[in-house]
């Protein structure tokens, strides 16, 4: 058997990448109108980012435990690498970490320090490498080496949702007067939601989206995932200015952002995740 590679819902994988990969996934929770809903399993409210008492929680170590342990059974023993949502933006990390005890060595746990695709890329690279037959080790190693490798920025709409959810981290102190401000923000090498810039329009904060973005990739090769809430159009024409800008990139895809960031992050919010090649 192979070593197996869990993550969780935030990572934004389709199907058929899961399937492909053999990546299993833990539901994180999103909590609407008094209902505890399983993302990626149950249904959640199209609008659930404009609900103001919606709110979101990480994996539980029960939840994480026994998707754990039937990950370790698959591989005959291998073991198990699991590939997380930011520690600084969900308590999953710290559950799993937790979960992860009871298996002792047999499961590794990575902090990807990002979000949405941005845990995808991380996972996708650990099970490449147990998928070209690398021991635990190995798979690991894979996965920590993608992680500096991410890059992640978004562009919100609205400041209610991140004052209500507290993820702004050091932003904190200019939520309260910036009411016209489109701020892009990005993932610092910690995992934190940090401010970039401070812009007052749409157009020019998804430029300075655009700009961010290919000044990380430069001349190399890279994976790029457009995220939206709600705002397709916006997304599309960020995706199509950083295909101009950047023809070398290796694929490019556009998917809504998921319930539980867009609980966090509001309505018409914008966000690129990159992955750097080796």
Same mark, same amino acid.
Request: hydrophobic residues 50%.
């Given at each position: ?70 990950? #370790?059974?698959? $591989?005959?023993?291998? /073991?198990?690498? @699991?590939?997380? %949502?930011?520690? +600084? =933006? *969900? ?70 949702? #991140?004052?209500? $959810?507290?993820?702004? /981290?050091?932003? @904190?102190?200019? %939520?309260?007067? +910036? =009411? *016209? ?98």
């Amino acid at each position: 058997m192979a070593v197996s590679v869990v993550t969780d819902s935030s990572a934004r994988l389709e199907p058929q990448l899961l399937q492909r990969w053999g990546i299993r996934q833990v539901p994180l929770h999103v909590l609407v109108d008094g209902a505890d809903l399983l993302d990626e399993v149950d249904e959640v409210p199209h609008d659930v980012h404009d609900r103001p008492h919606a709110t979101t929680a990480g994996a539980t170590p029960a939840d994480l435990t026994k998707v754990y342990r039937r990950a #370790l059974a698959d $591989s005959d023993g291998d /073991g198990v690498v @699991a590939v997380h %949502l930011s520690a +600084a =933006l *969900s308590s999953t990390y710290s559950s799993a970490v937790g979960a992860a005890r009871e298996f002792g060595s047999a499961v590794r746990v990575v902090n990807s320090r990002s979000a949405a695709a941005g845990v995808g890329f991380v996972a996708l690279a650990a099970a490449r490498a147990a998928h070209a037959g690398g021991d635990l080790d190995a798979v690991e190693a894979a996965a920590r080496a993608a992680v500096p490798r991410g890059h992640a920025f978004i562009v919100v709409h609205r400041l209610d949702n #991140l004052r209500r $959810s507290g993820r702004i /981290g050091t932003a @904190a102190s200019w %939520l309260g007067t +910036a =009411l *016209s401000l489109k701020p892009l923000l990005r993932l610092d090498v910690d995992g934190r939601l940090v401010l970039f810039q401070r812009i007052r329009t749409v157009s020019k904060a998804h430029a300075a989206l655009v700009d961010a973005v290919v000044e990380v990739v430069g001349d190399r090769t890279a994976t790029l995932a457009v995220h939206h809430v709600d705002d397709h159009d916006g997304a599309a024409q960020v995706g199509a200015a950083l295909t101009d800008a950047l023809p070398q990139v290796n694929s490019m895809s556009i998917t809504e952002m998921g319930p539980v960031l867009s609980v966090h992050v509001g309505g018409g919010a914008v966000g690129v995740c990159v992955m750097l090649d080796e």
